[in-house]
């Protein structure tokens, strides 16, 4: 509601999101970034330390659609790397975009 106030916009992980995106909407949000590095609820479990997944049904990609959304998976070898086509393959139908990158430690 501030003047001149073009985006919200949030990152999540979304383990949380299915319960929050009605509220988020209705506040303005119009733009999401889930970062989503797994479709495995085991190795998404791992990743985020807590019971849970990130997108948790095509129901919930199909309400993101109504914003401006990107996923971002970092690859990580001998992590996720088989999970690549299906990343492609739950989100081929959807119009967002899903962006892989690339792992890059900062420990040296």
Do not use: H, W
């Amino acid at each position: 509601k501030l003047e001149g106030l073009k985006t919200i916009a949030v990152t999540t992980n979304g383990i949380n999101l299915a319960r929050l995106l009605p509220r988020l909407k209705e506040a303005g949000l119009n733009a999401i970034n889930i970062s989503l590095d797994t479709l495995v609820p085991a190795k998404f479990e791992f990743i985020v330390r807590r019971k849970g997944t990130g997108l948790s049904s095509k129901a919930t990609v199909l309400f993101l659609v109504m914003l401006q959304c990107f996923v971002n998976c970092v690859v990580m070898r001998g992590f996720n790397e088989d999970e690549l086509l299906s990343f492609v393959d739950f989100t081929k139908d959807l119009p967002l975009d899903v962006r892989f990158i690339e792992y890059m430690p900062f420990d040296g």
